[in-house]
T-cell receptor, first 114, second 115 residues
Framework: GESVGLHLPTLSVQEGDNSIINCAYS??????FIWYKQESGKGPQFIID?????DKRQGQRVTVLLNKTVKHLSLQIAATQPGDSAVYFC?????????????FGSGTRLSIRP | GAVVSQHPSWVICKSGTSVKIECRSL??????MFWYRQFPKQSLMLMAT?????????EQGVEKDKFLINHASLTLSTLTVTSAHPEDSSFYIC???????????FGSGTQLSVL
């Protein structure tokens, strides 16, 4: 069945360093991927997305990379700050232009060392 | 950006009672909304898709008679947990897609604790 999973459940990063969070997906038909950030007790917050016809997309301090060959995507956070501490989820949506349901991966907790 | 308001943010109830959670799209219309449940240290699991003016679509394993969904208007969907039991204690989150459907905007979640 469809699944979106993460390689690492927790990640500890020195403040100021770059963070890389990885995600593997199994549904080769997925054509749209999203990264969300969730702080404790709050709903997920959209970070960045990427369509399957792209392999890289950059935002402010964040970059998402998509490797369709191995069905892998990653989220890179530059110059990690204490405010980046949260759980990060990758998610997939098989219907980019429709209100299709989004399936979430298992999540990675990012903690920042001072 | 688009805002989804969810209420209440937390609720404590006795076993056997029913709890209603509201989800509103504040500055846009949503013919579809999604309800998720999240247990501690776990991911979000889709429970059902709420459709304005028609029946909700439930995911496999979700009891439709226990989790009643009503989507009576283009800006409001409600989830009612009927005859709640301690195992229903969880973080419930609603979401609504953007106009183009490509992004989801999430509510702030409701922490339900059933005693």
């Amino acid at each position: 069945g469809e699944s979106v999973g993460l390689h690492l459940p927790t990640l500890s990063v020195q403040e100021g360093d770059n963070s890389i969070i990885n995600c593997a997906y199994s549904n080769s038909a997925s054509d749209y991927f999203i990264w969300y950030k969730q702080e404790s007790g709050k709903g997920p917050q959209f970070i960045i997305d990427i369509r399957s016809n792209m392999d890289k997309r950059q935002g402010q301090r964040v970059t998402v990379l998509l490797n369709k060959t191995v069905k892998h995507l990653s989220l890179q956070i530059a110059a990690t700050q204490p405010g980046d501490s949260a759980v990060y989820f990758c998610a997939e949506n098989s219907g980019y232009s429709s209100a299709s349901k989004i399936i979430f991966g298992s999540g990675t907790r990012l903690s920042i060392r001072p | 950006g688009a805002v989804v308001s969810q209420h209440p943010s937390w609720v404590i109830c006795k076993s056997g009672t029913s709890v209603k959670i509201e989800c509103r799209s504040l500055d846009f219309q949503a013919t579809t909304m999604f309800w998720y449940r999240q247990f501690p240290k776990q991911s979000l699991m889709l429970m059902a898709t709420s459709n304005e003016g028609s029946k909700a679509t439930y995911e496999q394993g979700v009891e439709k008679d226990k989790f009643l969904i009503n989507h009576a208007s283009l800006t409001l969907s409600t989830l009612t947990v009927t005859s709640a039991h301690p195992e229903d204690s969880s973080f419930y989150i609603c979401s609504a897609p953007s106009r183009g459907g490509e992004k989801l905007f999430f509510g702030s979640g409701t922490q339900l604790s059933v005693l």
